[in-house]
């Protein structure tokens, strides 16, 4: 929630710039800010799959944590594949729609697209974190 937050604050302050910019810069300035979000989440999952990796060899008598750190592990991905999926969607609308159309437009557009995927992303993450607390009540 608070990196989606962010990702719509960015895009919002990029998008005010623009008034002051060309189309170029500020698509330049969306690339790179999504380059940087893409390699964060990148780090993190490495980072994440190595904890996961120690726990799961030191916990290996254990079938219970072992089944809940593979669920959590695969939550994990699937939000980190789902959020590089949008942004990189939400980034080729931008980048589309400045090329082809008036940087006007494309800023009430943008701005309708990162909300509207917010809201799916809060949506699927709330889903995914229901979906985890059941299995883990089922496995116990």
């Given at each position: ?15 005010l ?23 964060v989440?990148v ?13 799961v ?67 699927l ?16």
């Amino acid at each position: 929630m608070k990196n989606a937050l962010s990702f719509t604050l960015t895009v919002l302050i990029l998008f005010l710039f623009s008034h002051f910019c060309s189309e170029v810069v500020v698509v330049v300035v969306i690339v790179v800010v999504v380059v940087v979000v893409v390699v964060v989440v990148v780090v993190v999952v490495v980072v994440v799959v190595v904890v996961v990796k120690s726990l799961v060899v030191k916990i290996v008598v254990i079938e219970v944590v072992v089944v809940e750190v593979v669920v959590v592990v695969v939550v994990v991905v699937v939000v980190v594949v789902v959020v590089v999926v949008v942004v990189v969607v939400v980034v080729v609308v931008e980048v589309v729609l400045v090329v082809v159309v008036n940087v006007v437009v494309v800023e009430v557009v943008v701005v309708v697209v990162v909300v509207v995927v917010e809201v799916v992303l809060v949506v699927l993450v709330d889903v995914v974190v229901v979906i985890v607390v059941v299995v883990v009540m089922v496995v116990h």
